[in-house]
């Protein structure tokens, strides 16, 4: 009896603030299937990489960033039968996050590259819409129980610099005063710099960098 031939990639949900939005990075097939596309930065694993290594090379390759400078965890496993015209397709779909991250550029299968509101997507190639609505939703949920958000700041950040992560990632405005208290009196969530910025404008507001919790107890609420 012979077996299928079964291809493996990875493909990246790229997440960055920009302009107060959440965008995703998304890519321009410039080859068949889907040519002239929009679909999530990915590619095929080769035989002598496993699958995080894989995924780190594609985000260097599509931001020119390593991975000891992103947040890069795994989603999802997805492997329908016809979700590739090409052959049979397992994909390993990771969630990579980072503060200011570069103008992406486009690799040797992609026509273009840019960062797209994720509130303001093209229709995607593959089950790419898929891939990156879970991912989305993981990194909302984990906002709420981990620091996950500071991924999305520099190594020091005001706690406006904060909310604002907040609110581009959940959609809705966190109360300021609310939050304030509930971030700064979260056991290890955040750890005062002693330095201060007046970059928000107004009075000099206190810098912070991410504290040592993996968790937060309670979680914050939105």
């Not at 299937?33 to 995080?52: C, K, S």
């Not at 959609?171 to 609310?178: C, E, L, Q």
Request: aromatic content about 6%; some cysteine; glycine content about 10%.
């Amino acid at each position: 009896m012979s077996h299928p031939v079964l291809a493996v990639t990875v493909d990246l949900v790229v997440l960055t603030v920009r302009g107060g939005a959440l965008c995703v990075l998304l890519v321009e097939r410039g080859e068949e299937p889907f040519l002239g596309r929009w679909a999530l930065p990915g590619g095929f694993v080769r035989p002598d990489e496993d699958l995080p290594g894989a995924a780190a090379r594609e985000l260097a390759e599509e931001t020119g960033l390593p991975r000891g400078l992103v947040h890069l965890e795994q989603v999802a496993t997805h492997g329908a039968p016809d979700r590739d015209p090409r052959q049979r397709v397992v994909t390993v779909c990771y969630l990579a996050l980072a503060p200011d991250l570069p103008v992406p550029r486009a690799g040797t299968d992609a026509a273009d590259a840019r960062w797209v509101p994720v509130a303001d997507l093209p229709d995607l190639a593959f089950d790419h819409d898929v891939l990156l609505a879970e991912a989305v939703e993981r990194a909302r949920a984990k906002l709420e129980y981990t620091p996950l958000a500071t991924a999305f700041c520099g190594e020091e950040f005001t706690v406006a610099e904060l909310r604002r992560v907040y609110e581009a990632v959940w959609g809705t405005a966190p109360d300021p005063r609310n939050f304030h208290r509930k971030v700064t009196g979260a056991t290890g969530f955040l750890e005062p710099t002693g330095a201060t910025t007046t970059r928000d404008g107004g009075r000099p507001a206190g810098l912070f960098r991410r504290g040592a919790a993996a968790t937060l107890h309670p979680p914050l609420l939105r």
